[in-house]
């Protein structure tokens, strides 16, 4: 995909955060937004404010996508409204950060059915459009929690590296057809992340969602397989090839318990 311009986006999670990010990013290149999220008021409010300061066409579907056929409404809705997504931005998510027997169930199955389930859906029911036009970009949202096991963040970190093995594999098969496929690594970004994760970051440095979403788009116009954003999160990664996975693990634990129960 040499340009976004003139093309037309799905966002999820476009609500809050990363995605709203995306949206005013992708809306200043010239892209037609298609932004879906649960919070019907916030996705209309930012309709409004893209379309009037930018010449983009913005259409709202609301979704949940904790209900399993949220995917097939969206892509159904659409497809009647004439449209076809010529880059998807697989971006809702959301993590918890406690002792893995201190959250319910429930709660890890709805974190693996958004940020696992539904991306995968989508990625399946776009790609045969994008295959057809034989261009087409996506880029799904992972984590720099993707690159090592971690403890006390252990299904929303493992979630994550689903997202970039996954996403890296699809890379693999349709990149010679034509499609860009990126997995976005952020570290800690300035969102509504942390509250709903309960995540001390206290002492961490933040990036702005801003930042993650034109590193994003940039690095799928350059056609990566994946971006770790930020310099100090990328000298990091280079740390699980250094270390044993036992030493990586033992590191990560240290880490991460003294922020869930310091
Ligand atoms: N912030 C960080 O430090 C960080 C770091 C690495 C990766 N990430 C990833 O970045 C992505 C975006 O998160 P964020 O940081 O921007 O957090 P955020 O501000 O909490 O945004 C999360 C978005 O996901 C949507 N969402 C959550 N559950 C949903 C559901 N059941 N159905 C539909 N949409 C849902 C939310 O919209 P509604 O509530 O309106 O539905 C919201 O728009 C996530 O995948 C997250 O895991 C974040």
Known sequence: MK??????ALITGASSGIGEAFAYELAKQGVNLILTARSEGKLNLLANKISSDYKVKVTVFTGDLLQKDTPFKLYDQIKQAGLS???????????????????????????????????????????????????GGIINVASTGALQPCPYVAAYCASKSFVLNFSEALYGEYNKKGIAITALCPGNTTTGFQSIAKANTNGMSADTPELVAKQGINALLKNRSFKIVGVMNYAQSFLPRFLTRKAMINVVSGMMNGKVNG
């Open 3 to 8: 340009t976004v311009k003139n093309k037309t």
């Open 85 to 135: 997504v010529d880059l998807l931005i697989n971006n809702a998510g959301f993590g918890k950060w406690a002792n893995f027997l201190d959250e319910s169930i429930q709660q890890y199955e709805d974190m693996i059915e958004v940020n696992i389930n539904a991306l995968v859906k989508l990625c399946h029911l776009v790609l045969p459009d994008m295959l057809k036009k034989g261009e």
